[in-house]
């Protein structure tokens, strides 16, 4: 029994040991779309909590011509199963948006969905093979946990502002990432191994490529969209 | 050279031997019992193989999660508690737990002798009594007697009090041993728990490995009639072998050892109690594979239903019911049946009333000229891909007389416009796609350029007709008065008024009569009033039974031109007539195929008969023997559930007691059923989980028409839904969609309300819901809940001025004369379990409210003041909600 014992701890010393990061940049050709201004008229509470126009965040190009809000993720290739991170997300509705607009978690890992606004707000998921839900937040400081128990990417909307609509991507493993302001990401401790990795973006689809991950422990790649 | 037996025959009698037969006969009498026992024992008996195979396959499954429990199961924790059961089971050879064991051993004995002691003194004591008594009442002197009787009672006493002081004693002495003991117990416990499952596995294994081979059998007494109506039992030993058939670990297993498919079904129909071939078929009886499913029985009448067969059986008992939960086949074969319209030729049972499916022809050439009948008779698909109407392959001179029948009588109809002709002129063609396209005309009618719903609907035929050329089939005089009013053209007819104004429905007709069939056709010129010609079409008429479908004038009471199909299902392939058609392999997966020398081949059993009829009803034309079928193209799929159907027609019907019962509520729900499947409800609503189909329209449910869930009953007031019915108004003014005015008649309208109300559980009550006062106290809580939740965010509550933000969300105003008072409590305590996918949101989760500043933030006092101000809303404001 003690034989074991060890043998699983220099087992999982020696999967540390070859588990690398995959890191990339997402591109962007082409002129990016105009982004409409949202009209918040409809909502005096969300018309106030902004001073200048505010618009669509369905495509949001960054300076350096890179592509935000797009999921990164290990398709295939992963083997075993894996815990959820304890860490909490948070999902916010402020200012009569959704932040982030896009975000990647783990099955069974805690969302925090907050309304930091004054006003109602209700979070309808259209998740297929998670429940769907639909809860009102109609105070300011309301506070709910959601955790998921299936794998897919789904939106949530709100239907008091049509215009608020935000994309939870739940998957089985901790490998996943979205691009940020300088759209890099990072799947940090992926195992040494082939993978597929897929990204997603919620209006320019998904693209595929494939990579290995070796001893030394690092990998790139690299996406890249048109308009 | 002389034989043996005419040797035997000099032998004298008296000397002869028999020996050599008697050894003969009895070693072949040997032989024979050994080969019987033999037979009996083994080579009949494969069920004992499956058993014991089935018994290894279940123990090996056990053994395996026994092993995934053990590797789960923390050694360390194991080993500590084993340790503690020893400690605990040495410290019984303690010292102090010896001596008190055999002190209390000792006062056993002692408490044995005092208690019978204490026994006897009661009998003697008894008796003295007796004798004490009997001198008493014989007047003798008494005191001897008394004086022993008192002598016994002491002795009672003094014995019991002896077996109270031992009791005490022992009390204290199990005290001290229970000390030990518990001890034991508890580490046992302990170390159980830790063992618990994989032991429990490993029991479960050795048991089923130990487990009896034997026959079961279910018996159903009383069950059905035999064809000479006695009534007789039936019995079934299928589970002999299929004995896993509710076993969870068994659901990948191979037969005959799996789980059965559909225990949803078996929920309904316990196979323990209620078998297994009512629904599949077979030989209950037999125990070998072959003669159980009897396939190698060539006279067992009923073999084992195979694939989707198998739900034919449902018509056994459910035969006037046109929905089944777990029975989709079933269902959608009946839908088949009925929307094709089988009834109309043919006799079936609990089809006997429903209306015939084809528009009737009195006044058709109001609607159509002449040369599209003419074209329309002799082959429907090339106008109409899709239709309905099957092609009954008339030759040319043929359709000519048809036509010639039809436009005469045609020609005596009093219809008349409602309005003069040319009113429809006017009409713009953009404006009547934009309305066609929104106000729900696609839910049923299919166009060139929008199919959906057809797709999504999944059958090879359409539902109303295709519009893609029927601007060259209709005149726009006709089309205009049918959009207004459909049932002044036809009294009966299913298509419901979109309550178009005029401008509107000159609109639709502008856009309408656009879509023109774009086809080079001949030119059709015949004299159609030949009386000859006349006489001949209506001999033909009534020769295929084209009455069935249509009203035709003269043809009201023609009776059914074909067979009846009650019992088609006990027809045997022998009493069928295969034409010129060749075999193929029976039973086989190959169903049809067309040779190369124009030849068509099909399995020459029952099956294969019918799939050739339904694929082509002429197939088993020859030069002798001429067919009348028309033609249909269904679908592979639709063959074969319409032959599910005609299995089902049998009259082999289990008894009453076995049948389920038919009460009013399921009487209720039938009958709205069949009304709404008449009107074609499901095209937009889900209803009964099914249908919707022109939601596939939208990007988003909540943008289509609602859906119709069970709680439907529950929910709107009887009287406002009957208005409802009578004549829609706008509920949900962001739908583009518009609910129809179908102009049910009052009968129609009760049924379908009596069918909410019963799916809901609730009975029709006539109930007074103006007087139903709102709770005074929970008006002001109310009040402001409805603030602070926000709910004039999305619901107006009085009357609107136009499309604004609170657009999103029924008006309250109409609460109080539209809803049940108790379903708005439910429906604010969980939206999306009453209605999913609806865009009202949930306020109230595990019994608390958002706002804990109100009634304690207690959900239901909070859904109560919620409810009684939602209720109060209409009846303050006292205007009239505007129709839209």
Known sequence: MQCRRVLGILILGMTIASAGDVTGKVAFAGTPPKGSPLQMTADPVCKKAHTKPVTGEDVVVNKNGTLRNVIVYVKSGLKGSFTAPKDKLVFDQMGCLYTPHVLSLMVGQELEVRNSDATLHNVHSLSKANPQFNNAQPMKGMKMTKTFAKEETFKVKCEVHPWMGAYIGVFNHPYHAVTGDDGSFTIKGLPAGEYTIEAWHEKYGTKTATVKVDASGKATVDFSYKS | MTSYFDKRTQTPVETRKYVHFYVAFSGLLFLGTVWSLWDEVVSRRPWKDYQTEYNDLLAAKYDSLA???????????????????ASARAALSAEEYVTTNERKTDLLEELEIATREWRFARSRSDAAYYQYKKDLAEGKDATSSKAELDGHDADIAKWFESRNNLEREIAGFDLILEKYTTAVQKAEVELRALLGAVAGYQAKAEKQRQSPIAIHQVVKNDYEFTPFQEVKARVDRCQTCHLGWREELMTDAPQPHSKHPAPELLAQHNPETFGCTPCHRGQGPALTPGFAHGDEDHYWETPLLRGNDVYASCNGCHYNETRLKFAKPYVKAKQVVIESGCYGCHEIKGFSDLPKIGPPLYSITAKATPEWIYRWVRNPRDYSPHTRMPNFRFSDEQAEAVTAYLVSASRTSEFTLERPRGSYAGGSPSEGKRLFEAVGCQACHVTAGFTTVRDVRGTSYDIAPELSRVGSKVNAD??????????HYNADSRMPSLRLSDQEARNVVAYVMTMK?????????????????????????????????HLIKGMENEGKVSVELSDFGRKKAEQMDFGDTKPIQAHGEQEYLANDDGTVSVQHTWRGWIYGKLKNARLFQTER???????????????KLVRMFLISMTRDIPLPAHQRA????????????????RYNCQQCHILEDEGGYVLAKYEEAALGPPPIPETQGAKVQEQWLHAF??????????????????????????KLQKYFLGMAHQDMVIRDYASVQPETDYLRPGRQLFDTYQCAKCHPSGPVSGEGAADLAPNLAMASSRLKPEWISGWLLDPQRLQPGTRMPQFFFDGQGPDESVLNGDANEQIRALQTYVWSLGRRSGTPIADR
């Not at chain 2, 023997?625 to 063959?639: L, N």
């Not at chain 2, 108004?729 to 008649?745: C, D, E, S, V």
Request: proline letters at 5%; aromatic letters at 10%; a negative charge.
């Open chain 2, 662 to 677: 038919y009460d009013k509520r399921f009487q209720d729900i039938e009958g709205g059923r069949r009304v709404s499947m």
């Open chain 2, 625 to 639: 023997i001429a067919q009348k079928m028309p033609v249909f193209e269904f679908s592979d799929e639709e063959i």
């Open chain 2, 517 to 549: 069939d774009e086809r080079a056709l001949d030119k059709f010129s015949v004299a159609l009033d030949d009386p000859d010609r006349i006489a001949r079409g209506d001999k033909l008429i009534r020769e295929y039974g084209c009455a069935g479908c």
């Open chain 2, 478 to 487: 006709w089309l205009f008065d049918w959009l207004k009013n459909p049932r």
């Open chain 2, 67 to 85: 092993l995934d429990a053990q590797a789960s199961v923390d050694s360390a924790a194991v080993s500590q508690a084993t340790e503690a059961v």
């Open chain 2, 725 to 750: 019915f009578k004549n829609p108004t706008t509920i949900r003014p962001w739908l583009k969609i518009r609910m129809p005015t179908f102009q049910f008649n009052e009968e129609e309208i009760g």
